[in-house]
Nanobody, 120 residues
């Protein structure tokens, strides 16, 4: 199993970024996926999750209506569209695979992360 995040970078406050997580080594369309983030010196924080077909999504209160998780099962990729970014969104962002098709709090594989820095 491999999860490879991309799309991070430096963005000004109020800007947008779209993160991607390319999956391989398993049947992507069978499993729920999530995004997490970890700011320097802080614990890893769950951000958003999506069910195996994309029919259900959940978000942390801190990103609700600002971030959108989506997936393209034909491309084995999960996305995180981040709008109206704030300096406090600065973190390393990770994608994670669940061992279930429905959204759950179990994760069995993680990507290596992509840095997002929000600064003027």
């Amino acid at each position: 199993v491999q999860l490879v995040e991309s799309g991070g970078g430096l963005v000004q406050p109020g800007g947008s970024l779209r993160l991607s997580c390319a999956a391989s080594g398993f049947t992507f369309s069978n499993y729920a996926m999530s995004w997490f983030r970890q700011a320097q010196g802080k614990e890893r924080e769950w951000v958003a999750a999506i069910s195996y077909r994309g029919g259900r999504t959940n978000y942390a209160d801190s990103v609700k209506r600002l971030f959108t998780i989506s997936r393209d099962n034909a491309k084995n990729t999960v996305y995180l569209q981040m709008n109206s970014l704030k300096p406090e969104d600065t973190s390393v962002y990770y994608c994670a695979k669940s061992p279930t098709s429905a959204i759950s709090r179990s994760y069995d594989y993680w990507g290596q992360g992509t840095q997002v820095t929000v600064s003027s």
